[in-house]
């Protein structure tokens, strides 16, 4: 079994920063592409940021310049520091991560359970 934990959400004002984190644990044989996706309230989830197992990234037009996807395969975590955070970045961030989780070696997506970023003054 494999889980997804992420970690440092909270509440930030208008201009600061933030990092999340998201570490798997469990029966994990190789991880491909991670990353991140968030849900607003009323709205539906969005891809935030991607990397790759070769270290590629890509961003939604939102997060371009503002936020920075990376990774540490030998702690099999994905982070995003989130920079000059507006209140419109308010938001259930979700960690992602397409995973071989069994000797079957297929690749299978991984969902963490959400943190909470919360920007307001």
Known sequence: QVQLVES???L????GSLRVSCA????IFAIDTMG???QAPG?????????TSGGATSYADSAKGRFTISRDNAKNTVYLQMNRLKPGDTAVY????RAVVDPTWRYT????QGT????SS
């Open 36 to 38: 991140w996706y968030r």
């Open 12 to 15: 930030v004002q208008p201009g």
């Open 116 to 119: 909470q970023v919360t920007v």
């Open 43 to 51: 709205k539906q989830r969005e891809l935030v940021a991607t990397v």
């Open 94 to 97: 979700y960690c992602t991560m």
């Open 24 to 27: 798997a644990s469990g029966s």
């Open 109 to 112: 997506e991984q969902w963490g």
């Open 8 to 10: 440092g959400g909270g």
